[in-house]
């Protein structure tokens, strides 16, 4: 190590054995532009070292207060994905007399699905999408073959009873038996493509919705909640048929909610194992404002259509925090530096499984280098050209996803307009 690095080196380590906060205030100014012939900053090194401390307090400080639009109060948001028709009740899950008793009941509804996609149909005047909401009458016939369906146990209305509208069909039914506890139960269905075909011949005025984006943005925001728990449970299922730590066979316990391995000896069956249970795969997806406060930085994949510019994101490392994710995955695609981050808001995404976990955050540096491996483009755009695209749909330069994405509720966050605007 050469005497500048040393030097460097010393003054980190004192800061981080010292912990002089004065130092990094705002009244004392740290020079955070300072570099080596390496052209290393001093947070460069703490990062290189290992110091996590020091890089954090460097990241968030630097001399300068933390930006006003990181002090608002950040009220809870629900965004699309997120709201439901249900209440989930994992205390059933267990109870096989209660469980088997619901499928058979009258009031209780099906969802149906194929290949991850939900049946739907067209209703009302001005024709919405809406899910087909089916009894146990419609679908008895698909699950006499275990070999045919997949059934998950969704939960049970919220509120109190109401009497199971069945949209796609009416039929005349018999006498209800009595409700013991008043609970309306709801299933996921997921049925194979042989199965599917049978029941759209039967139902004409039915269909499965595909491709699932952007087709599942149409649904009602509560029945989107619904397809966002079903679809990811139905995907883990279709994923794990067969144990991840032996290969042998599995089967389905708890309502659909955990996979139990069919070998006596596998480990799986020793304790608790996240294997056996449906995955969630978080990924920070972040607003990330120039230093001045007047632009934002956003990207776009060779996949999006073109024009489309959107928030960056990426997965959530093991043994990382959301912050450092944030600026890593940030500096990894764009070049750009990152410090402070604020947690904003979620969303569950059923593509298949993953948690978005929105943030706003403050670029510490300016130039855009671009990993091509990662995105196709980035760039810095002023607030004016946000507003300017989301008030008066001016698409001519660039336009962001749409309303029900967490990108779109980042952006508008971040130029200080209301969510539902």
């Known amino acids: 190590m050469d005497t500048e690095n040393f030097l460097l080196y010393e003054w980190i380590k004192m800061l981080y054995l010292q912990f002089s906060l004065p130092i990094l205030s705002p009244v004392y100014r740290c020079d955070r532009s300072i570099v080596n012939r390496s052209n290393q900053t001093a947070l460069d090194i703490a990062k290189f070292w290992g110091y996590k401390h020091v890089s954090t307090l460097l990241s968030k400080a630097m001399g300068v207060p933390k930006p006003f639009y990181l002090l608002k109060k950040v009220e809870e948001y629900e965004n699309y994905f997120s709201r439901t028709l249900l209440d989930r009740k994992s205390e059933k899950r267990t109870n096989l007399k209660w469980l088997s008793a619901k499928q058979s009941h009258p009031d209780t509804v099906y969802i149906l699905f194929s290949d991850l996609s939900p049946l739907v149909t067209l209703t009302g005047q001005q024709p919405e999408v809406r899910l087909c909401r089916l009894n146990y009458l419609h679908i008895k016939d698909y699950i006499a073959n275990p070999d045919n369906f997949i059934l998950v146990f969704l939960g049970v209305e919220l509120g109190t009873k109401k009497e199971c509208i069945n949209i796609m069909i009416r039929e005349d039914t018999k006498e209800e038996d009595e409700d013991e506890d008043g609970l309306v139960a709801w299933f996921a269905l997921g049925i194979n493509a042989i199965c599917a075909e049978q029941f759209k011949q039967r139902h004409e005025d039915c269909y499965f919705l595909h491709p699932p984006m952007p087709a599942l943005l149409q649904l009602k925001e509560k029945e989107a909640g619904v397809v966002a728990q079903a679809r990811s449970v139905l995907a883990w299922h279709s994923r794990y048929k067969f144990c991840p730590t032996c290969g042998s066979a599995t089967k389905i316990e708890e309502g659909g909610y955990k996979r139990v391995c069919l070998k006596e000896d596998c480990p799986s069956l020793q304790g608790v194992h996240n294997t056996s249970y449906p995955r969630v795969d978080p990924v920070v997806i972040m607003q990330v404002v120039h230093p001045d406060g007047n632009k934002c930085l956003l990207g776009r994949q060779k996949r999006f259509p073109p024009g489309m510019f959107t ?42 499984s993953s948690l978005m976990i929105g943030c706003l955050a403050v670029a510490m540096s300016t130039e855009i280098k671009v990993d091509k491996n990662e995105i196709d483009d980035a760039r810095w755009f002023t607030k004016e050209q946000v507003i300017d695209v989301l008030t008066k749909g001016n698409q001519q330069s660039f336009f962001v996803p749409p309303s029900r994405a967490i990108a779109h509720q980042l952006i508008k966050h971040w130029i200080g307009m209301n969510s539902n605007l």
């Open 311 to 352: 928030c960056l994101a990426g997965f959530v490392e093991p043994g990382e925090t959301i912050e450092d994710a944030v600026r890593r995955e940030v500096e990894e695609e764009s070049g750009v530096k990152v410090g402070s981050v604020q947690y904003i808001s979620c969303q569950p995404w059923p593509m298949p």
